[in-house]
């Protein structure tokens, strides 16, 4: 059936105990409270590979563009950063921007005011789980009833301020519990279907 065929936007994210994903701007990724190992790091690995698409904001974008690219060859890297700069590459990916004009590393632009109209048109276009990337583009796609799943890598930390998970967003969201797993360095993973997001096909 075509409804089946329907991709799923899920917003993955490394997030504190609290909820947050930054304690001053810019750490995302990078922060002392994270606690990203090997381990942790094949997974996510594992799980990009896996991914039909992958959708960024151009914040999230110009950091992962920055850095992914030069890391696949950076021979001073532990292979594990080597491999996801090679996978990050080369992943179909939509940059979501209203400044950009360009972008490289197999990376299409979707922008101006009908930008979500056009995510929604992704969306019904991809089989397979499509990554979002970005909190602002997390909070429309939310707000707009089109994000279909969280998955989250919660950091035994509690940061007490910082950038939240969405950005300015106080609706109460309900979660059923898909999936949940325990890493060494005491970091937990949690994915959710959010049951507010329009029908996907799916039970």
């Known amino acids: ?48 590979r896996a991914l039909a698409l992958m959708v960024h904001g151009r914040v999230y974008y110009e950091v992962m563009e920055e850095y992914q690219p030069r890391a696949r060859e950076d021979a001073s890297l532990p292979d ?26 197999n990376t299409r632009i979707i922008g101006g005011d009908d930008a979500i109209e056009q995510l929604a048109a992704l969306r019904a276009g991809t089989g397979g789980s499509i990554s979002v990337g970005g909190a602002a583009l997390a909070t429309q796609l ?31 969201i309900d979660l059923d519990l898909l999936e949940q797993r325990s890493f060494k360095q005491g970091v937990t993973m949690h994915r959710y279907a959010i049951r507010d997001a329009k029908e996907t096909g799916s039970c």
């Open 1 to 48: 059936m075509e409804e089946e065929l329907m991709g799923r936007f899920i917003y993955s994210m490394q997030v504190s105990l609290d909820l947050r994903i930054e304690q001053v701007p810019g750490d995302n990724g990078a922060g002392e409270w994270l606690r990203i190992d090997e381990e942790l790091h094949r997974e996510c690995n594992a799980l990009t």
């Open 80 to 105: 594990v950063l080597r491999e996801y700069g090679e996978i990050w590459t080369a992943k179909p990916k939509v940059l979501v921007s209203r400044t950009r004009r360009s972008a490289d590393h």
């Open 142 to 172: 939310l707000r707009a009833g089109l994000l279909d799943e969280l998955l989250l890598f919660t950091h035994p930390a509690i940061l007490g301020f910082g950038r939240p998970l969405f950005d300015d967003y106080d609706v109460p």
